[in-house]
T-cell receptor
Framework: AQSVTQLGSHVSVSEGALVLLRCNYS??????LFWYVQYPNQGLQLLLK??????LVKGINGFEAEFKKSETSFHLTKPSAHMSDAAEYFC???????????????FGTGTRLTIIP | DGGITQSPKYLFRKEGQNVTLSCEQNLNHDAMYWYRQDPGQGLRLIYY???????QKGDIAEGYSVSREKKESFPLTVTSAQKNPTAFYLC??????????FGAGSRLTVL
């Protein structure tokens, strides 16, 4: 089954600094990869989605992610952090090994981003 | 506005009681899901349904039950057999291409 690993359960950056949240997928190249964001006591919102069309994916709120096959990575970045970026971020991959095919998503354990004023 | 409505937002249960969490969507999505969220563990899939009157177990289905009698509705029952039910429960739906739309969640606390 496909899986993703998020390194760093907590990340703190200063306001205006670069945000880098790490996600690595298991060895098989997935057809899709996702980043979702969750604000406190809310559901998840889609930040961005990778398909095979482009390795650099731009999402909402100034975030982007780059798919690197050689590193099995799909790290999320933002050039300049804003206080409103404080949230939990989840990487997700479809688990096409299940009977449900590629509509079942497997999520990473999440990274909580704190912004220091 | 189209979206997913989960209710109640907060729920308290005594040990030994069954409780049902509601999930309603007006997005005309075929697939619906229930995830459980615990601190540090991400989201784990409980049950999912692709079409009306059909559903499959996810990774942690023990102690839970669901029904899918209508396309719009996918209620989750947390039974007394679930030994550690305190968690944040998220309902989601999707059309093709894997993009999930989530509800705002229901927080269940066992007293």
């Amino acid at each position: 089954a496909q899986s993703v690993t998020q390194l760093g359960s907590h990340v703190s950056v200063s306001e205006g600094a670069l945000v880098l949240l790490r996600c690595n997928y298991s060895s098989s190249v997935p057809p899709y990869l996702f980043w979702y964001v969750q604000y406190p006591n809310q559901g998840l919102q889609l930040l961005l989605k990778y398909t095979s069309a482009a390795t650099l994916v731009k999402g909402i709120n100034g975030f982007e992610a780059e798919f690197k096959k050689s590193e099995t990575s799909f790290h999320l970045t933002k050039p300049s952090a804003h206080m409103s970026d404080a949230a939990e971020y989840f990487c997700a991959v479809p688990d096409w090994g299940s009977n449900f095919g590629n509509e079942k998503l497997t999520f990473g354990t999440g990274t909580r981003l704190t912004i220091i004023p | 506005d189209g979206g997913i409505t989960q209710s109640p937002k907060y729920l308290f249960r005594k040990e030994g009681q069954n409780v049902t969490l509601s999930c309603e969507q007006n997005l005309n999505h075929d697939a619906m899901y229930w995830y459980r969220q615990d601190p540090g563990q991400g989201l784990r899939l409980i049950y999912y349904s692709q079409i009306v009157n059909d559903f499959q177990k996810g990774d942690i289905a023990e102690g839970y039950s669901v029904s899918r009698e209508k396309k719009e509705s996918f209620p989750l029952t947390v039974t007394s057999a679930q030994k550690n039910p305190t968690a944040f429960y998220l309902c989601a739906s999707s059309i093709r291409a894997n993009v999930l739309t989530f509800g705002a969640g229901s927080r269940l606390t066992v007293l």
